[in-house]
């Protein structure tokens, strides 16, 4: 299950880079092919009136990260509590030397285990926790920061990949050990069905044993948390500035130039700070999973083309547009 799973996954992701990148040659033989693909990745105001066949609001944004929430928690809780059971990275405690129970008896059996695995098997608790960050900020200003207007729309293709996205993307951050959490997580359901609240009762938990493991992850993992920040803190203030402008715009469809923050050197800084907070992931994986990196390869190709055609249209819009700005990526694009 585990190798079919990983094989799903980057498939998946394959198949979903490719028509980006092919409709991003620059070739007249390919430029159907571009339209094609460009109609089902618009939303907002790069849509067109004329072009609002098959679409969804725009608010429906909610509901990616609704799923992403939900999802990125089952997954965080039933591998942070496989590792915590399973494969720590701390000795017990002296009281849990001294009570004896269960966990000593499952530390002896771990202590077995390849020291790699069990850092894989943390680091993926890691990622998931930063995952867990991300989306619920994501949440929270798609409530409360974005407002919406009535007629923004996007592609249904767009919400089905919107929907994708947010539930391959944190599975990918896990998957080399979601076997074994499937399995630990059956048991302990199972265990939980037979014996009920006598089961809850009985078990031992050690909040700074449970803590302790994550803080004996080693650097990469940290200084990818430091680059995943760095981006989440300018995303934040890229979409603070976005919703400040439908406030002060009221609802009706005038757009201003955003200014501000990232805004002043590209023209989609959220896009920008959402790359390196994948990058951030991508780091704090250690960079040897193939799953993770075709991961961050479609959040880069899937940005960069939206990014261009949102580039596009500020400067057909404005004539005023800033002529320092480009695209996404400072001093290239």
Known sequence: MEVGLVGLLRTAWIAAILPILIASVPSSRLSSFHGAVLEFTKRGKIMKSSSQKFTVPQKFFCHFYLVAVVWTTLLL????MYAYKTVPLVYPTFAGHLTGGSHIFSWHKSHSIP??????????????????VQVLRR????????????????????????????????????????????????NAVAEFIVKGKTTVQHMEFDWLE??????????????????????????????????????????????????????????????????????GLVVASGGTDPTIWLLFGFVVSNLVFAAAETHRWYLKKFKNYPSNRLAIIPFVY
């Not at 850092?119 to 608790?125: N, T």
């Not at 995943?228 to 757009?255: K, T």
Request: hydrophobic share 45%.
């Open 77 to 80: 809780v039933t591998t942070w």
């Open 139 to 186: 949440l929270f200003e798609t409530i409360y920061v974005f407002n919406y207007s009535s007629s923004a729309r996007m592609h249904i293709f767009g919400y089905l990949t919107g929907l994708f996205f947010y539930t391959a993307a944190p599975l990918s951050l896990c998957c080399n050990n979601a076997l074994e959490v499937y399995k630990f997580s059956l």
């Open 210 to 279: 449970f803590v302790s493991s994550l803080l004996k992850l080693r650097w990469l993992q940290w200084t990818g948390a430091v680059i995943f920040f760095w981006g989440w803190i300018h995303q934040r203030n890229c979409h603070a500035i976005l919703g400040s402008l439908r406030e002060h715009s009221g609802q009706n469809d005038e757009y201003v130039i955003p200014h501000g923050d990232w805004f002043e050197v590209v023209s989609s800084p959220h896009y920008l700070a959402e790359i390196v907070i994948y990058a």
């Open 115 to 132: 020291i790699s695995y069990r850092y894989g098997v943390w680091r993926s608790v890691f990622l998931l926790l930063l995952m867990e």
